[in-house]
């Protein structure tokens, strides 16, 4: 683990305790695209896991790995990478980083490379907490979006917007996540 990744650890174990809040135990959907899910973590994305069996450490695993580290949410300004966290495991890791190059107003391919840290970087500095309302903006769109596209999904709405307005208000709280990992 890098020097970077062990500074932001706090911050992922913070992400990863509300993340828990919105993704519970088993659960087998049949409107669910993701199939047969525990703790957030899908069947259809994880085919050779035992879904059922998978605990939560094995789970915490997986989200700092492939979503945490792959969307480099420890190269991010802290809320901003609670909020591209939690946007890669609800929506997928491409779509939160595109959400975030849209909200910065810059190429849009869905990599996190150093022209997307550097617009990061600047639009976090000029604009601040607006760049964390644009970016909560963007993804209530595409939940209208994917809602409009596959219209099953709408007895999801009511969830998904709660999680997002939770989040909201966690960020909003949060004036460091090193004070509350003490």
């Given at each position: 683990?890098?020097?970077?990744?062990?500074?932001?650890?706090?911050?992922?174990?913070?992400?990863?305790?509300?993340?828990?809040?919105?993704?519970?135990?088993?659960?087998?959907?049949?409107?669910?695209?993701?199939?047969?899910?525990?703790?957030?973590?899908?069947?259809?994305?994880?085919?050779?896991?035992?879904?059922?069996?998978?605990?939560?450490?094995?789970?915490?695993?997986?989200?700092?790995?492939?979503?945490?580290?792959?969307?480099?949410?420890?190269?991010?300004?802290?809320?901003?990478?609670?909020?591209?966290?939690?946007?890669?495991?609800?929506?997928?890791?491409?779509?939160?980083?595109?959400?975030?190059?849209?909200?910065?107003?810059?190429?849009?391919?869905?990599?996190?490379?150093?022209?997307?840290?550097?617009?990061?970087?600047?639009?976090?500095?000029?604009?601040?907490?607006?760049?964390?309302?644009?970016?909560?903006?963007?993804?209530?769109k595409q939940y209208a979006e994917i809602i409009a596209r596959r219209p099953s999904?709408?007895?999801?709405?009511?969830?998904?917007?709660?999680?997002?307005?939770?989040?909201?208000?966690?960020?909003?709280?949060?004036?460091?996540?090193?004070?509350?990992?003490?």
């Amino acid at each position: 683990m890098s020097d970077h990744l062990r500074q932001y650890q706090h911050v992922f174990e913070s992400a990863f305790r509300l993340l828990l809040e919105f993704e519970g135990g088993f659960v087998d959907d049949p409107d669910d695209s993701g199939g047969k899910t525990k703790y957030g973590i899908s069947q259809n994305a994880y085919p050779n896991l035992d879904i059922a069996a998978l605990t939560k450490a094995q789970a915490k695993e997986i989200y700092q790995r492939d979503y945490f580290e792959a969307c480099k949410a420890h190269l991010m300004p802290e809320k901003m990478a609670v909020l591209v966290f939690d946007t890669a495991v609800n929506m997928g890791v491409r779509s939160a980083i595109k959400l975030l190059q849209q909200a910065i107003k810059t190429d849009v391919d869905g990599i996190i490379g150093p022209n997307t840290l550097r617009a990061l970087k600047q639009a976090n500095r000029v604009q601040g907490d607006n760049l964390f309302i644009e970016y909560q903006s963007l993804r209530a769109k595409q939940y209208a979006e994917i809602i409009a596209r596959r219209p099953s999904n709408g007895k999801y709405a009511k969830g998904w917007f709660r999680r997002q307005f939770k989040l909201q208000q966690y960020l909003s709280q949060q004036v460091s996540f090193a004070e509350e990992a003490l």
